[in-house]
């Protein structure tokens, strides 16, 4: 193809991947699920070697779709099978961290830096980048800001749409957008990098990124707390809130859950004696060393272990107890995948719904497919409940995908009809394109299209995702 053979010579053979071999990892997602061979890998190390690809591949109608860490959950970031040619962007060349400004509390980094690095680099100059969660190892800025990843501290700094002052962006034409500017007040006009936050690279490529840092955390504190119910779970949580700590994570766990990783986690201690139906994580945090934290959370649990809303807790009494309880969340996915298959969500509802979010869910799904085993895990602090249904021990992935298909709807209804979401943190890519077209209002997906066909005329930029 002319095309590929013109970028080869202009990112260099080596960053221009055709060989099967070299592809096959592009192909396929974190999770095995979607797959989609591109005709190409490109690899650009500089804002203008992607202009230049995605200018070549506008003249010559070939489709792009953009990738960085490849964590994500959806299939955002593989070809979809039965779309039009297309080649894969990969971002992961362009990994510097441009610049550190510690007075101006603000980072700017490529969209190939991981985010891991984005924080050890705020740290190096006393800073803290909060976004957390499990892939932070491997994800990658871009892909975290086309998804508008949240994770476990969504709670006290919002998903990274919140963390962004800037971005540059190249449009599907070629053309540049540089908006990475480092101010927090700027009302010239429409805020167009919210386009590109959450666009999952449908309209452009997210190339650098001016990044919201905070001051490092001096001291912390992490309790592991069995709770009789998410009512009860919910209470401790306005007790720790009003505790007058910076609450930084608050999660829940349903009791299910900690026994697949007690069965199923290399080298995790459990904290507390199982048995529980359910368990909260909760963390606190403050940027001075004398904040008397650990007098807060001891009063706060012993309030409301007085009220019986607390039945057991215990606090890190170290930073390796500490990481251990956070293992058990971390972890938990490779767990689950070592249990059995399941049919998972990422739904979101207003904090105060959490409890008759579980109820519902857990009486819907139980009518339906009384054989499976609910799961429910994730950020109660943001109304952010990851239910997934699982399949009794044994059964193989494609028989339990016939057999539950209609799970997924079920939770999406409930936290539709509670005011929330079916959408939380992990993007709409290919696996929630159904969900949009039956959930999503009518007026905002003819907004979301018109926006489209303005910016991405010839609907290059990853055809076959999030919009029906």
Not at 116 to 135: D, E, I, K, T, Y
Not at 143 to 168: C, K, P, Q, Y
Not at 228 to 254: C, H, K, N, Y
Not at 421 to 449: C, N, P
Request: hydrophobic share 45%; net charge negative.
């Amino acid at each position: 193809m002319e095309t590929l053979d013109h970028l080869a010579a202009t990112l260099g053979p080596r960053n221009c991947l055709t060989e099967p071999d070299d592809i096959a990892p592009y192909a396929v997602d974190w999770r095995g699920t979607w797959q989609g061979t591109p005709a190409a890998v490109l690899r650009p190390g500089s804002t203008e070697e992607v202009a230049t690809t995605l200018r070549a591949c506008a003249a010559t109608g070939l489709a792009v779709v953009p990738a960085g860490g490849r964590t994500g959950l959806c299939g955002g970031a593989v070809v979809a099978a039965n779309g039009p040619p297309s080649v894969v962007l990969s971002l992961e060349r362009m990994n510097r961290i441009r610049d550190v400004d510690a007075r101006d509390f603000s980072l700017v980094a490529e969209a190939g830096c991981i985010i891991q690095n984005v924080q050890q680099a705020a740290a190096a100059v006393g800073r803290l980048f909060p976004l957390s969660w499990g892939a932070q190892g491997s994800a990658m800025v871009g892909g975290a800001l086309s998804t508008n990843a949240g994770g476990i501290r969504t709670l006290r700094w919002g998903n990274v749409r919140d963390l962004v002052m800037g971005i540059e962006v190249v449009l599907p034409d070629g053309r540049v957008l540089n908006d990475l500017r480092r101010v927090r007040k700027d009302n010239a006009g429409y805020a167009l990098r919210h386009l590109f936050l959450g666009g999952e690279g449908t309209l452009g490529v997210i190339t650098a990124a001016a990044l919201r840092l905070v001051p490092a955390l001096k001291r912390v504190e992490t309790a592991f707390v069995a709770v009789p119910s998410p009512e009860a779970a919910l209470t401790l949580f306005s007790r720790v809130m009003e505790s007058g700590a910076d609450v930084i994570a608050f999660e829940l766990i349903i009791g299910e859950c900690m026994e697949i990783v007690s069965r199923n986690g290399i080298g995790i201690r459990i904290p507390l004696p199982l048995g529980s139906p359910w368990y909260v994580m909760v963390e606190i945090a403050a940027a001075h060393p004398s904040v008397p934290l650990r007098e807060m959370l001891e009063d706060t649990l012993a309030a409301a272990a007085e009220a019986e809303e607390v039945l057991d807790a215990t606090i890190a009494e170290n930073e390796q107890q500490r990481a251990n309880i956070w293992r058990i969340r971390e972890d938990w996915p490779d767990c689950g995948r070592r249990e059995a298959p399941s049919i998972n969500t990422d739904t979101s509802v207003p904090v105060s719904a959490v409890p008759a979010f579980c109820t519902r869910v857990q009486a819907a799904l139980a009518a339906r497919w009384p054989e499976g085993r609910l799961i429910a895990i994730g950020h109660a602090g943001d109304g952010n409940i990851h239910v997934s249904l699982m399949a009794p021990a044994g059964t193989a992935y494609a028989d339990w995908s016939a057999r539950a298909a209609g799970a997924e709807e079920v939770v999406n209804a409930i936290a539709v009809d509670l005011g929330g979401s079916f959408s939380a943190e992990h993007g709409i890519g290919q696996s929630k394109r159904h969900a949009m077209a039956t959930h999503k209002d009518k007026v905002a997906l003819d907004l979301m299209r018109a926006v489209k066909t303005v910016i991405d005329p010839g609907g290059m930029m990853n055809p076959g995702k999030m919009l029906p």
